[in-house]
Nanobody, 117 residues
Framework: QVQLVESGGGLVQPGGSLRLSCAASGMAFSIYDMGWYRQAPGNQREWVARITREAATNYTDSVKGRFTISRDNAKKMVFLQMNSLKPEDTAVYYC???????????WGQGIQVTVSS
């Protein structure tokens, strides 16, 4: 059974940093492209960052230069380092994995990030 479990969220002041982690189990992690998404209240879920199985990365424009996605295939984990956080980054953050060849997708349960003074 595939599971993705996020951790590391919480409350942080504007300008602060958080590091989200996503631990995968039940999957051949190295074959999956991994991503982070977020959903703010009243908004649709939006893509934030992606890292391929080859470790190529992409970011949505609003987080470029502030967020960094990385992965550790040996530990089956993906990370999102978030710096210079803004109130508009407040959302529930989700981890997603997509099988490179078959297209199967799996989501974590989400974790709250709140940026507020």
């Amino acid at each position: 059974q595939v599971q993705l479990v996020e951790s590391g969220g919480g409350l942080v002041q504007p300008g602060g940093s958080l590091r989200l982690s996503c631990a995968a189990s039940g999957m051949a992690f190295s074959i999956y492209d991994m991503g982070w998404y977020r959903q703010a209240p009243g908004n649709q879920r939006e893509w934030v960052a992606r890292i391929t199985r080859e470790a190529a990365t992409n970011y949505t424009d609003s987080v470029k230069g502030r967020f960094t996605i990385s992965r550790d295939n040996a530990k089956k984990m993906v990370f999102l380092q978030m710096n210079s956080l803004k109130p508009e980054d407040t959302a529930v953050y989700y981890c997603k994995g997509r099988h490179r060849f078959y297209g199967n997708e799996y989501w974590g349960q989400g974790i709250q990030v709140t940026v507020s003074s």
